[in-house]
Structures are given as C-alpha cells and as structure tokens.
C-alpha cells in the first residue's frame, strides 16, 4: 500500500478496517478486499469553494477497442488521441456547457461576459483532454467574442499504469494482470510497476482540489480531464453517487463519469 497514514478503527467480519488519516479521516480502506467505504459521519476530505464542472475527454483510438487490449492512462501517444466520436463528443459538450451559462443568465441575473470573468477552465498535460476544451473556447469566442484562456496542470494527469501502459492483457506478466485486474474492481492499493495506486491518485487528485479552491475561490471551474482521475474527485468530494448499488463499497470503476458530459460537483458537499 502507498505511504497512507492510517489508524485501525474495527474489524469487519474478519477483516481489518482503517481510517486513511491524509483524506481526513472521511474515508475508510478494507484491507483485506482493498475496496473504499465512505467513514459514517465524516464530511467529505475536502470541502469546496468553488463550482466544479468535470468534463472528461471524448472518446480514443483506445476507448473505442476491447478493454482486452490494455488501458490507456498518463501516456500521451495516437492511440490515445480523439476518435472520430470523440471529436463529436467534445463539439456536444461544448454546446451543453454553453446553455449551463445561458442558464445562469436567467437564475442569477448575470450577463454572458460577467459570469465569464469568473470562470476557470484547467486541463490535464494530455492532448486528448485540451481537444475536448478546444470547441467550448471556440464555442464562446464565436458567441461572445471573449477569448478564455486555460491552465494546464500535471496533477489533472490521468493515473499512471506504469509498465502495463497500452499493452494487450495477454502481454502482461501474471503479476502485471492482477494488478490490471485489481484495478478494474475498484481495488484501491494495488500499484503497478513504476505505476500508481489509487490511492496515490487520491493523493494527487486532493492535491489539485486544494490548489483550484485557492486559485479560483467563488468561481466556477471547469476542469477538462480523465475516468479515473475524475473518480478520486467526486471520492473526495463525498459524491455519494459513486458507491455501488449494494450500498456497500465506493465502486467508481462501475459508475465512472462518461466522455464528454459536463458533471457538476457543488461547492462544500457534505454526505
């Protein structure tokens, strides 16, 4: 498991359930499944202040294939870039954000250009996600003529599969696939080779939260970036949506947010 500070708070039949101490105690790891649990009681490990859209990028040359074939994850190469769909995708996204300010006009009395003064719009390092912003900055430059500049930052990146990056299933070493495997179950601290846990991904993704609540205090953010990445967010903000439907375990692998499709996360979410 990655260095998580953690505390033993009971035994589950059987297995032993901790507090992770870094994500504020909100949230609990079952060590023997390795599955997540949302602590009882407990706010979410961080509170925002901002209004948070995520829109995660259109669909790729490796969405489109069987997931036999491997995940794609913080690599940046052609097989990772927008398909055809994808590049649909992202055009689609660009209008559904734009009525959501339209919107806004009519609820809170603001003109386009005002409620634009307060909008931030971040991206991960890879292209796929800076394509899927590309037609909304387009989109309200042609609309409104202002011209929204975005911030790309590394800790938006998608988590990293190490040595198992875009390889096919049946090229992976035993170890290799049982972590792959692991990984599609919503199991949170297995590590790939050279790669990260989720947990290290949770770690990096409140990283980036805390740093968009400082940045851009009361305004809205739209952050263009990845599956995964964007499942440690709504993890983290208490997004509650994202357990499975036994009610049991956090399954963000099962509920994972679809391409291209603005997702609001209100400010200060309490569970």
Known sequence: MTNIKYKII????GSELVKLEQFNNSLSLNKSTGFLIFTPDMPAAVLLN???YLIRHGETFQNERDRKYGFLGAIDEPINQLN?????QAKNSALEMYKVIQNRTDDLKETIPDILKNIGIVTS???RTVDTATPFIRLIKEKTGVSLPYTQEKLANEISFGDSENKYIKDLSHDERAGIVNYTKS?????????ESYLDLMLR??????????RYKGKTVILFGHGAHFGAIRILCGDTSIISDD?????????ITPNATPYHLNPMIYR
Not at 187 to 195: F, H, S, Y
Not at 247 to 255: E, S
Request: glycine share 6%; proline share 2%.
């Open 10 to 13: 009971s035994f589950v039949n």
């Open 50 to 52: 901002i209004n948070l």
């Open 84 to 88: 055809e769909n994808g590049t649909s």
């Open 125 to 127: 390092k890879r292209t």
């Open 187 to 195: 199991m949170v601290n297995t590590r790939p080779k050279n790669g």
């Open 205 to 214: 993704a409140q990283e980036l939260l805390q740093i968009l609540n400082s």
């Open 247 to 255: 009610g049991l375990n956090i399954k963000w692998r099962d509920k």
